[in-house]
């Protein structure tokens, strides 16, 4: 199985344009204020027009109002929801749009249980813990809490880089891996050649199997 890259946390076409032709299966777009890496709406319109046709553009909220996802969809292509807080399965549903559920991992049993509270979701996405901060931490986690029967795909998020990815998938077997930091120059700021890096070590897995 291939591996599926997504690059979030985008703020500059050239950097959108940078990952398109890494090979970047996925763009993500960050609608979260307090985050270095947040757009608003217009920005997201713009940098959204220059994704071309079979690469996802994938809207990133942390605890929204129903309106101001609303307000994004009504602006920007967005292809699926990816959501980061404390958000319920019943409002991740509502919008008729394909989601993704994002939680912190700090114990065994968290996944599975996120496995069944989340069940509608198009795939759940495990991050590093912390108390503060919804996910973007740059920090990885203990990927042997990861189980290996997983009902929906499994994205890897976390402290991945070009230096560990190549072990993480080669360990976790994700259905995808989410990446913003580790391909960064300064936050928001994406380095061309660390995500062309970044996607040749997950294919490099590819390849090895």
Not at 7 to 34: M, N, W
Request: glycine share 8%; with cysteine; net charge negative.
């Amino acid at each position: 199985m291939n591996t599926r890259v997504k690059i979030c946390g985008l703020t500059r076409v050239e950097d959108i344009e940078a990952a398109v032709e890494a090979g970047a299966d996925a763009l993500g777009l960050v609608f979260y204020q307090p985050s270095p890496r947040s757009v608003v709406v217009s920005e997201a319109a713009e940098l959204a027009r220059h994704v071309p046709a079979f690469v996802s553009v994938v809207g990133l909220f942390v605890n929204p109002t129903a309106e101001e996802v609303r307000e994004v969809l009504e602006r920007v292509p967005l292809d699926l929801l990816q959501f980061h807080g404390d958000e319920s399965a019943e409002f991740c549903s509502q919008f008729g749009r394909r989601w993704v559920k994002a939680i912190r991992v700090r114990e065994q049993g968290q996944i599975e249980a996120a496995f069944k509270s989340f069940s509608e979701a198009s795939g759940l996405l495990v991050d590093a813990w912390d108390p503060e901060r919804y996910g973007g931490t740059g920090q990885s986690f203990n990927w042997d809490l990861i189980p290996s029967d997983r009902p929906m795909p499994l994205i890897l998020a976390g402290g991945l880089s070009s230096d560990n990815v190549f072990r993480a998938v080669s360990q976790v077997r994700p259905w995808a891996v989410d990446v913003s930091g580790g391909v960064e120059r300064s936050k928001g700021i994406k380095d061309i050649e660390k995500i062309s890096d970044f996607i040749k070590e997950v294919h490099r897995v590819c390849k090895t199997d």
